[in-house]
């Protein structure tokens, strides 16, 4: 469905553009407007299928369509084969996700998690899980007393299998909060 015609002008950061058929996000953009010759806008772009980040420029008051996306938090329920069924908590209709628009992300999904699922044309685009989750130690190994002049750092495998770097006093069966961009630990949680 495409909105009223449109120019860079109005390009804005979550904005979706419709370029040769496919659809990008922005991600950042600015106007620009030099001393010599015509203004335009800088931008980075990343494609919403593939997640594939490029910038593009575009000169001021080009048309281009932009692209109605629908965003709605949906629950994450359970694994299917080879698809991710979500739950809307409203509707209680189940949403069925490819596997290809989790990716690397699943191993931080736990059910019961809510995330933001982006729809166009009632089809899913991507899948976006809370910055950080909470997860619990399922296997590490014990950390060593002594050495304390560096800070050290032992694996950890999580509940979800996610293997991630913790300090040498974490335990099996600890809660910590995990950021799920990086996969980095943020701290125990109670």
């Not at 996700?97 to 999904?109: A, C, Q, R, V, Y």
């Not at 909470?134 to 032992?154: D, F, W, Y």
Request: glycine fraction near 8%; aromatic fraction near 8%.
């Amino acid at each position: 469905m495409i909105l009223v015609a449109q120019t860079s002008n109005d390009i804005k950061n979550g904005s979706v553009i419709n370029l040769d058929g496919k659809l990008w996000s922005v991600i950042e953009f600015q106007h620009v407007k030099p001393g010599k010759g015509p203004a335009f806008v800088r931008t980075k772009i990343k494609e919403v299928l593939t997640g594939k980040i490029v910038d593009k420029t575009f000169n001021a008051g080009m048309k281009m369509e932009f692209e109605t996306v629908d965003n709605r938090t949906l629950q994450y329920s359970y694994k299917d084969g080879d698809s991710f069924v979500f739950m809307d908590m409203t509707t209680y209709d189940q949403v069925f996700i490819p596997e290809t628009l989790i990716g690397d992300s699943e191993k931080f999904l736990l059910e019961g998690t809510d995330c933001i699922v982006s729809f166009h044309d009632g089809n899913p685009l991507s899948v976006e899980l809370p910055a950080s989750v909470i997860l619990t130690v399922s296997h590490t190994e014990p950390g060593l007393q002594g050495n304390r002049s560096s800070a050290g750092t032992k694996p950890a495998t999580m509940e979800t299998g996610a293997e991630i770097q913790v300090p040498l006093f974490i335990n099996e069966g600890d809660r910590l909060k995990v950021d799920t961009r990086s996969g980095d630990y943020l701290g125990r949680e109670n």
